[in-house]
């Protein structure tokens, strides 16, 4: 049995990237992984522009203090240029975003000004004021999207900015998905007494292209050891992340360590932590391989902490691990110390401070409480049982397309 820290440290130890990018549509891109570093052709803003719809003036030419009349020589709409320069007593009518003529540093807002004819009265204003510099948004030749950051909405446009239309990100890692049990029927066909219906594969489904990955859908397996073992194989052969569940415990038909260690390798199945603890982790030929529990909350338990931070590095993002924070706990929370514990919660700021409850009972198979809940609340290892008012560390179940990527490599597994 190892700690969850130490599993998910040899996990990401095994896992690395081979595959070259590909171009993608920026229409295509978003949630996809940058692969090289994106650095700016040119200025953004491209020219010194307004900010305001109004009258771009010289400083000298601005009062010290009451009113002074300047003469209007041209009308700049967006995309207009003007060309010469303005000359002392003279200013131009100036919209939003429209470059600033040569002359003027400064734009007074039209509705500060007084417009009489083709002249304007102008009032005293700071020399600079609601121009917007060139190179101010993005300095030619900087960085402006990492390398391994995820394209969210933003990074798309950012990318548009700079008058990209495709972009080189990673190709997504390829995962194949497999239900295993006899009593496992497929939703939507009819379910024989003593079956239920196949939860885990769509959970999965959504968590791994939630994850980055792409999906091969290989069904459900019954608890035959040659089904199993030719299934297993295809789909080692077909991707590069085998991801099963059920069939991993100790009864006498959770065979999947066992072929595993026949066809692959085992490199461990079993962690301290509650819910998720059977849990087999190895290779198929060139192939990761996952052998989560069948209970459906120990399945996305088990996913969210070993299978995601793998997908993610292998879809070449840098950071593999959400971000948590502290909350207060509300109700007393049973913990046997020794093993890591993971309740699902639901956390809520008010009055300055996040606090958290459980959902209710905890069972693994319960998978309406991760439905009802909104977080994980981890209960470290060397932890006892919680009372109320203490703190206790709480992870979002996600973080949408994205979340903060900060420049740092990668966290700290054991966290
Ligand atoms: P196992 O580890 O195969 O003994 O499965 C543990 C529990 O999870 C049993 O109650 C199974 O019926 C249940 N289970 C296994 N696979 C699934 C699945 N795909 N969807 C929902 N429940 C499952
Ligand atoms: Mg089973």
Redesign the pocket.
């Known amino acids: 049995m190892i700690p969850v820290g130490d599993g998910q440290a040899r996990i990401l130890a095994q896992v690395a990237r081979s595959t070259p990018p590909e171009i993608l549509p920026l229409t295509a891109a978003l949630g996809r992984v940058l692969a090289e570093p994106v650095r700016a052709p040119f200025d953004v803003p491209p020219t010194d522009n307004s900010a305001v719809d109004g009258y771009a003036v010289a400083g000298d030419d601005l009062p010290a203090a009451g009113v002074r009349e300047l003469e209007v020589v041209a009308d700049l709409p967006a995309g207009a240029v003007f060309d010469g320069a303005l000359r002392p007593g003279q200013a131009v009518r100036i919209m939003t975003g429209a470059p600033m003529p040569a002359g003027a540093d400064t734009v007074l807002p039209q509705e500060d000004v007084e417009r009489v004819g083709s002249r304007v009265r102008v009032p005293p204003i700071a020399r600079g004021a609601n121009v917007r510099r060139r190179g101010e948004d993005v300095a030619a030749g900087a960085v402006v999207i990492e390398a391994g950051s995820v394209l969210r909405p933003q990074e798309l446009g950012l990318l548009a900015s700079l008058g990209r239309c495709q972009v080189a990100v990673h190709q997504r890692p390829r995962v194949a998905l497999l ?3 006899d ?2 029927a497929e939703p939507g066909a009819p379910r024989k007494p003593g079956q ?6 769509f959970t999965l489904r959504g968590l791994v292209e939630q994850s980055g990955g792409a999906v091969v859908d290989l069904g ?1 397996v019954p ?1 035959r050891r040659e089904l199993l073992r030719d299934r297993l194989l295809e789909a080692a052969a077909t991707a590069d992340v085998v991801v099963t ?5 100790v ?1 006498a ?2 065979l999947v360590k066992d072929v595993l260690a026949e066809i692959g390798g085992v490199d461990f199945w079993q962690v301290a932590m509650q819910p998720g603890r ?1 849990l087999a982790v190895g290779r198929i030929g060139e192939a990761h391989f996952f052998g989560l ?4 909350v ?2 996305t338990l088990t996913f969210l902490l070993f299978v995601r931070p793998a997908l993610w590095k292998l879809a070449g993002r840098r950071r593999l691990f959400p971000e948590g924070w502290a909350a207060t706990a509300l109700e007393p929370m049973r913990k046997k110390k020794g093993r890591r514990e993971y309740k699902r919660g639901i956390v809520t700021f008010a009055d300055g401070a996040w606090r958290v409850r459980t959902t209710g009972p905890q069972g693994s ?1 319960i ?1 309406s409480s991760m439905v009802a809940g909104n977080c994980l609340i981890v209960l470290e290892e060397e932890r006892g049982d919680v009372a109320p008012g203490e703190t206790v560390r709480v992870e979002p179940f996600w973080e949408g397309v994205g979340g903060l990527d900060p420049a740092s490599p990668t966290s700290d597994p054991g966290s």
């Open positions: 239900s295993t049990g009593e496992v239920i219906y196949d939860a885990n594969r459900i608890d569940s059920g069939g991993v415990s009864g038909y959770d059977p529990p069948g209970n459906p120990a399945s198979g998978l």
